[in-house]
């Protein structure tokens, strides 16, 4: 079983920058790894995914340009780098492991998720 745990939510000014992180308790260099978020009463929505690999990456069009996805496999660890971030931004921020491999935006294909972390973005 794989444990996830994500980090370095918090609020900030809009235009301004956050790095979230979320730290495996397992290894996952063979899991695709996504990000997804939640805002009161919406439904979880798509952000960025990841291969295995690193060599694929994709996003939502909501958050090209702006974030950018990335995971370093020997610490266990996948990042979102948010920048330009947008009062729309705000949500809870869910990071998700896939078996399969390969980078998908189906939260029905994930197998294990996190508990969230908070962005709070002011205008």
């Known amino acids: 079983q794989v444990q996830l745990v994500e980090s370095g939510g918090g609020s900030v000014q809009a235009g301004g920058s956050l790095r979230l992180s979320c730290a495996a308790s397992?290894?996952?260099?063979?899991?695709?790894m996504g990000w997804f978020r939640q805002a009161p009463g919406k439904e979880r929505e798509f952000v960025a995914a990841i291969r295995w690999s690193g060599g694929t990456i994709k996003y939502a069009d909501s958050v090209k340009g702006r974030f950018t996805i990335s995971r370093d496999n020997v610490k266990n660890t996948v990042y979102l780098q948010m920048n330009s971030l947008k009062s729309e931004d705000t949500a809870v921020y869910y990071c998700a492991a896939d078996d399969w491999g390969r980078a998908t935006a189906l939260l029905t294909e994930y197998e294990y998720w996190g508990q969230g972390t908070q962005v709070t973005v002011s205008s």
């Open positions: 397992g290894r996952i260099s063979s899991y695709a």
